[in-house]
């Protein structure tokens, strides 16, 4: 993986979205957003660079392999980084837990007021990136991608839409909120090449299909 992320880090816009994700613990009044993803055009030339074959195995996956919702600054860790991030007017108490605030979840439009009707999405769903090339990733490698705040990987979005969405990818499963399918395909096929996972048939032809009408 070293040398993947070592030949990708020109070609992904990281250090604006680094600064947004540096900078939000101090803007709470500011409205930000999952990092912006690579644009169509760019998409469709990566989507035609990933390795395209069927999906592994399943078999010895399990989330504890991804380790997830590491601290990321004082008592913050990468979920409350993200609700303070994609929300609006969020307060946090001395655990930074949000105790306020709003919320609008892209995928189905809904706008909440409490932190606990959100869940953190993980784009590309750990059991998926596992079938697609994770499996022989070292722990601290999967670590990395479970919390990654740089890419387009995590959103805070209504939790029983997550829970709807589960491992499946775009063959099967796309945001009701059609609005919002091109910035999804384009974040998707985003962090599957920064991480050099594969696309399925299926799959590929689904993500050519949203990215046609982009």
Same mark, same amino acid.
């Given at each position: *993986?070293?040398?993947?992320? &070592?030949?990708?880090?020109?070609?992904?816009?990281?250090?604006?979205?680094?600064?947004?994700?540096?900078?939000?613990?101090?803007? +709470?009044?500011?409205?930000?957003? *999952? +990092?912006?993803?690579?644009?169509?055009?760019?998409? %469709?030339?990566?989507?035609?660079?990933?390795?395209? @074959?069927?999906?592994?195995?399943?078999?010895?996956?399990?989330?504890?392999?991804?380790?997830?919702?590491?601290?990321?600054?004082?008592?913050?860790?990468? %979920?409350?980084?993200?609700?303070?991030?994609?929300?609006? =007017?969020?307060?946090?108490?001395? &655990?930074?837990? &949000?105790?306020?605030?709003?919320?609008?979840?892209?995928?189905?439009?809904?706008?909440?007021?409490?932190?606990?009707?959100?869940?953190?999405?993980? *784009?590309?769903?750990?059991?998926?990136?596992?079938? @697609?090339?994770?499996? @022989?990733?070292?722990?601290?490698?999967?670590?990395?991608?479970? =919390?990654?705040?740089?890419?387009?990987?995590?959103?805070?979005?209504?939790? =029983?839409?997550?829970?709807?969405?589960?491992?499946?990818? +775009?063959?099967?499963?796309?945001?009701?909120?059609?609005?919002? %399918?091109?910035?999804?395909?384009?974040?998707?096929?985003?962090?599957?090449?920064?991480?050099?996972?594969?696309?399925?048939?299926?799959?590929?032809?689904?993500?050519?299909?949203?990215?046609?009408?982009?």
């Amino acid at each position: *993986m070293s040398g993947v992320y &070592a030949r990708r880090i020109g070609v992904v816009v990281a250090s604006a979205a680094l600064a947004a994700t540096t900078g939000l613990l101090t803007a +709470p009044t500011a409205q930000a957003a *999952m +990092p912006t993803p690579v644009s169509a055009s760019t998409a %469709r030339t990566y989507l035609g660079q990933l390795k395209v @074959s069927a999906e592994g195995s399943s078999t010895g996956y399990s989330r504890d392999l991804f380790p997830h919702w590491i601290t990321q600054s004082g008592t913050c860790n990468t %979920r409350e980084v993200v609700l303070k991030r994609d929300g609006t =007017n969020v307060t946090q108490d001395s &655990a930074c837990a &949000a105790v306020s605030g709003s919320w609008y979840s892209e995928y189905d439009g809904a706008t909440w007021t409490a932190a606990s009707d959100l869940d953190i999405d993980h *784009m590309v769903p750990l059991a998926e990136a596992w079938r @697609s090339g994770a499996s @022989s990733w070292t722990t601290t490698q999967r670590q990395s991608f479970a =919390n990654d705040l740089t890419r387009p990987q995590l959103i805070a979005v209504t939790d =029983n839409v997550n829970q709807s969405k589960g491992d499946q990818d +775009p063959a099967t499963w796309l945001p009701s909120r059609t609005a919002y %399918r091109c910035t999804y395909v384009r974040a998707w096929v985003h962090v599957k090449y920064y991480y050099n996972l594969s696309v399925d048939s299926a799959e590929k032809s689904a993500l050519q299909s949203v990215l046609g009408g982009c």
